[in-house]
């Protein structure tokens, strides 16, 4: 049997009981490039409930023939593969629309009404999930709104599961994430509550677990013994598109640091849980790593922190504006739009270990990689033999937009002469197993059908790591805060970023 029918025959196997999903926000721009694309695709690959219900909800007006319409055009845009006429008329027939206000009571009750009205034609009890796609405000009043009528069950007291999924971003820094936590837990338990981070939906993120511990040859070197320092990159060769009225008020480090990037490492450096199938042991240790990240003070903020904002320059062929040129973005903007940092984990497995973080716009290209720079072997064996400086063992990690790993060995070419050169030994997706990967959505929303929290991040996790950021966001708004520097739009960044790494004589990674 092949890796592709492996997988197919496990797609017809594993799916979560009957679901009824309400998505709020559904007119936006998530629902018809991501959530609606996600639910087609696990349709063509049998995934989804045998009976299962989209209510699409919003304050816009629409019919459910008009919202199929709409989200229809998302599907063939968006799709990473064209869905089968088949698969989307059934999925369709499933598909409605109902308006709702979120802060208006009498709509949930209309919305209670159609729920039931729908679940009733299939003689069976569904379990409810509720998709948060809007801004962080509305959280709050839809959840205490679908509490108020009966949609949210206590947990644990009813046989029907009740989950809400909420959108980033969680709070604006700790103060605001723990005021959103109060608030969500007046009418949730935390159990109910599923953080999306898409990030850990991603291939590349979910294997760093299989990687690290169904294999004997890596969890031995996974320490400060073995390991010499670790990279993360998050870099975008885009501007900030339409998003200038969010990102002008947040910048990089809060964009992607908080979250991402610092649930990337965290997953990259926890301690073995006590088993891959208990998500609170993983998400356990998790959260230890965040904990034990060093909290810098305010002299440690300018000697391991570089800010800056991208202006005009050529990325690949075009010419694009600088940030404070961009549509929406205030003519005397500081916002950051890159960020470096040098982190370090205080505890006994990475103690001493440098981890170096980036993350910026308008960057020479897309990818996201993260890079284990191994110790070097030491070199008195080759000397005499002019093989030059050896070279570290790498293993990388990429995780978009070509998801796979690489391990960087030293071999001898062939030849009389004798020589070291690095080779690289890759591994990918598509050539290992025949099949593309699934977009992140798609795990995530099966995830929450099944009810399995492992890839959501939990409230402990989010405020350690606002906890983590909050001296850097004291600094930068402090009289003498470090500077925002400039780079130009299609390069690595400023130069003070390559200075971060020099001290321990490191260098960023060509990617």
């Known amino acids: 049997m092949t890796a592709k029918s492996d997988l197919d025959q496990e797609s017809r196997i594993v799916r979560p009981p009957a679901t009824l999903l309400v998505i709020f926000g559904a007119s936006g721009d998530l629902t018809s490039r991501k959530l609606i694309p996600a ?66 009571l009498g709509d949930f009750e209309v919305l209670k009404g159609r729920m039931e009205s729908l679940c ?28 108020e009528v009966g949609l949210i069950e206590d947990f644990g ?16 820094d700790l103060a605001s994430a723990r005021e959103l936590n109060s608030v969500l837990r007046k009418s949730l338990a935390e159990e109910q509550i599923y953080r999306i981070d898409h990030y850990l939906g991603k291939e590349t993120v979910q294997n760093i677990l299989v990687f690290r511990f169904a294999n004997g040859i890596f969890e031995p070197l996974w320490n400060r013994k073995y390991v010499d320092h670790i990279q993360i990159s998050v870099c975008e060769d885009i501007g900030i ?71 005009k320059g050529r990325v690949g062929a075009e010419e694009v504006p600088g940030y404070r040129e961009e549509k929406g973005v205030a003519a005397d903007s500081s916002t950051d739009t890159f960020v470096a940092l040098k982190l370090e984990i205080d505890n006994w497995r990475w103690s001493g270990v440098p981890i170096y973080i980036r993350a910026g716009k308008r960057l020479p290209k897309r990818i996201t990689e993260i890079t284990i720079f191994f110790n070097k072997a030491p070199d008195s064996l080759f000397k005499g033999r002019n093989v030059g400086e050896l070279e570290h063992n790498v293993l990388s990690i990429q995780v978009q937009p070509r998801e796979g790993m690489s391990l960087r060995i030293s071999s001898k070419p062939p030849g009389p002469r004798f020589r070291v050169r690095p080779v690289e030994m890759d591994f990918t997706y598509d050539s290992s ?12 929303l099966l995830d929450v059908m099944k009810g399995d929290p492992t890839l959501f991040t939990r409230n402990d996790e989010i405020e350690e790591s606002w906890d983590l950021l909050a001296p850097i966001f004291e600094s930068w708004s402090s009289p003498d805060a470090p500077p925002v520097l400039r780079y130009e739009a299609g390069s690595w960044g400023p130069p003070e970023a390559d200075e971060l790494l020099k001290p321990m004589r490191h260098s960023w990674r060509k990617l």
């Not at 919003?58 to 089968?84: C, N, Q, T």
């Not at 999930?129 to 839809?142: D, R, T």
């Not at 810098?296 to 800010?307: G, I, P, S, W, Y």
């Open 433 to 444: 197993f025949g099949v593309a990967s699934p977009e992140a959505y798609e795990r995530l």
């Open 120 to 147: 009733s034609e299939f003689k069976t009890q569904f379990n409810y999930v509720y998709y948060l796609a809007m801004a962080p405000q509305f959280f709050g009043p839809i959840a205490s709104n679908l509490k």
């Open 157 to 172: 007291k009813s046989s029907r599961r009740t989950s809400v999924v909420v959108e980033k971003p969680f709070g604006h």
């Open 241 to 311: 598109g339409n998003r200038a009225a969010y990102f002008d008020q947040n910048g990089i480090l809060r964009d992607i640091v908080q979250n991402h990037v610092l649930q990337m490492l965290a997953l990259l450096c926890i301690e073995p849980p006590i088993s891959l199938s208990d998500a609170d042991s993983i998400r356990d240790e998790k959260a230890k790593v965040l904990r034990s990240i060093k909290r810098m003070t305010a002299e440690e903020v300018k000697r391991n922190t570089v800010r800056a904002q991208y202006t």
């Open 39 to 104: 639910l087609c695709n696990l349709a063509e690959d049998q995934y989804l409930p045998e009976n299962f219900i989209v209510i699409g909800s919003s304050r816009s007006k629409l019919s459910d023939e008009e919202f199929r319409a709409k989200v229809y055009d998302g599907v063939k845009k968006f799709s990473r593969r064209p869905i089968s006429p088949g698969v989307w008329e059934k999925f369709a027939k499933n598909l409605h629309y109902q308006p709702c206000n979120g802060e208006v």
